[in-house]
């Protein structure tokens, strides 16, 4: 007897909207998505262009978010911020995401001396926490977008590659693996067709919920200097300029900061509404 294949579908993504959890993170997520796609088209001023006689500007109608300490428009530059830490985050956790599958399903299949040498080495990268793992090849690599991107992906590769090993190593004893291994199936045709696509739900879930703590991740960067390099926004950069004049004009930091924070929010409560909908047990009751 084979395993049901979960995929993501358009019943799995109307499962998901049917919830109100669901409805308002997905709401929440299309809209920073348009803003950062958008913000060109969006805003009437350059993110980059100083302005400083209007230099601490509070929140008014001409700029409803105040300015910066260079006369920036704070909204302008928090639409750009939006494109650079969802760039940089989902990238980076897509590229961790396909190396992590790739190298924990040929772990997990083939076993012996790759399996463990594998597994020692993600076992031991497992053991520092993510943060510390990006500061040191940020370090290596130099602080910009590609270092940050870089960096993210390594620190979370372990995370996938353990995912996927356990997937595979718990189905690939499988009767239906079994049969097709006697009709002259190839590993690779067993390794796509039949034991990836089965292990495909529960790494897209754990890499929804991983994109969150990766725009945590990247917005650290950013705010330690090593993200992306000004004049290029980052919600992590806009932090910490903000901290030097915390008292003076705190929209600076607390606007950046309440970007980060709703959104990593959103993108939880979205996951919870997917693992719910990808658990085929809860499908069948709800039926």
Not at 58 to 87: K, V
Not at 120 to 144: C, K, N, R, Y
Not at 153 to 181: D, N, P, W
Not at 259 to 265: C, H, I, N
Request: proline share 5%; charged share 15%.
């Amino acid at each position: 007897m084979g395993v049901a294949v979960v995929k993501l579908s358009d019943t799995t993504l109307g499962r998901v909207m049917r919830r109100p959890k669901g409805v308002i993170a997905g709401t929440w997520l299309i809209l920073v998505v348009f803003v950062a796609v958008f913000a060109p088209y969006l805003t009437p001023y350059e993110y980059d262009i100083q302005d400083l006689p209007n230099a601490f500007r509070a929140p008014d109608a001409a700029h409803w978010l105040g300015t910066d300490e260079f006369g920036r428009d704070m909204l302008t530059r928090i639409m750009y911020g939006a494109r650079t830490s969802l760039s940089v985050s989902t990238i980076a956790i897509g590229i961790s995401v396909f190396c992590g599958m790739c190298l924990g399903a040929a772990s997990g299949y083939f076993g012996g001396r790759f399996d463990r040498a594998v597994t020692a080495v993600i076992d031991l990268t497992w053991s520092f926490p993510e943060i510390l793992v990006a500061l040191i090849l940020v370090a290596i690599i130099g602080p910009g977008v590609t270092g940050a991107m870089v960096a993210i992906g390594v620190a979370y590769l372990a995370l996938f590659t353990r995912l996927t090993r356990s997937q595979i190593m718990a189905i690939k004893s499988e009767t239906f693996v079994e049969a097709s291994l006697s009709l002259g199936a190839s590993h690779g045709h067993i390794l796509m067709r039949h034991l990836l696509p089965n292990a495909l739900a529960p790494v897209i879930v754990a890499a929804m919920l991983a994109t969150g703590d990766a725009i945590i991740l990247e917005a650290t960067l950013g705010f330690f200097g090593l993200g992306a390099q000004p004049p290029t926004p980052s919600w992590g950069g806009l932090m910490s300029s903000g901290t030097a004049h915390m008292f003076k004009a705190p929209w600076i930091i607390i606007i950046p900061g309440v970007a980060v924070a709703v959104t990593v929010f959103a993108i939880n409560l979205f996951g919870d509404a997917l693992i719910h909908a990808l658990d085929v047990r809860a499908r069948v009751r709800e039926s």
